[in-house]
T-cell receptor, first 113, second 113 residues
Framework: EDQVTQSPEALRLQEGESSSLNCSYT??????LFWYRQDPGKGPEFLFT???AGEEKEKERLKATLTKKESFLHITAPKPEDSATYLC??????????????FGSGTQLTVLP | DAMVIQNPRYQVTQFGKPVTLSCSQT?????MYWYQQKSSQAPKLLFH???????NEADTPDNFQSRRPNTSFCFLDIRSPGLGDAAMYLC????????????FGPGTRLLVL
């Protein structure tokens, strides 16, 4: 069974204090790893897709990296508007099959001014 | 802008009274998904459509049904809502099956009285 574990569950940072969120996964045949941001009462907002170990993607203050066992979401000099829950999800399975996303439970990030 | 739209954003229903939630998309994606997300939990896939082909998850209760009359629209029907069905319902789309990014709508918050 595919498993995704995110840590920490909650993280409080001061504005400008860089940190990393972790997503470790156990799947049979990773097809893709996805990072989403979710604000309270809203749907997940897509951030990044990573397909293979060694891949990195960046967007503004966020950088996502992928190894064979885990992914990191690095947040550089965060601002209060970066406060949200960050969800990691994996998709695994044979080519062409519509496989569901397996989500982690998320990391709730709070950035204090 | 191409997007996923959900209506209504908030829905209040009574115990046992059928309710229908709506999702539309302007992305022209082949796959549409319905997720249930309870407070502080990861989204849980209920079912998905690949074009007109309906795919139900094994643990989705029979109380939940779905219709996709055309490419753009998909509906979630809850035949007899119970108190445990109160949740955020998320619609998502992806271009195709396989390792495709899923794009989420804003969600419908369902309250069962």
């Amino acid at each position: 069974e595919d498993q995704v574990t995110q840590s920490p569950e909650a993280l409080r940072l001061q504005e400008g204090e860089s940190s990393s969120l972790n997503c470790s996964y156990t799947v049979s045949g990773l097809r893709g790893l996805f990072w989403y941001r979710q604000d309270p009462g809203k749907g997940p907002e897509f951030l990044f897709t990573l397909y293979s170990a060694g891949e990195e993607k960046e967007k503004e203050r966020l950088k996502a990296t992928l190894t064979k066992k885990e992914s990191f979401l690095h947040i550089t000099a965060p601002k209060p508007e970066d406060s949200a829950t960050y969800l990691c999800a994996v998709q695994a399975g044979s080519s062409g099959s519509a496989r569901q996303l397996t989500f982690g439970s998320g990391t709730q990030l709070t950035v204090l001014p | 802008d191409a997007m996923v739209i959900q209506n209504p954003r908030y829905q209040v229903t009574q115990f046992g009274k059928p309710v229908t939630l709506s999702c539309s998309q302007t992305l022209n994606h082949n796959v549409m998904y319905w997720y249930q997300q309870k407070s502080s939990q990861a989204p849980k896939l209920l079912f998905h459509y690949y074009d007109k082909d309906f795919n139900n998850e094994a643990d989705t209760p029979d109380n939940f049904q779905s219709r996709r009359p055309n490419t753009s629209f998909c509906f979630l029907d809850i035949r007899s809502p119970g108190l445990g069905d109160a949740a955020m319902y998320l619609c998502a789309t992806s271009r195709d099956r396989g390792a495709e990014t899923q794009y989420f709508g804003p969600g419908t918050r369902l309250l069962v009285l």
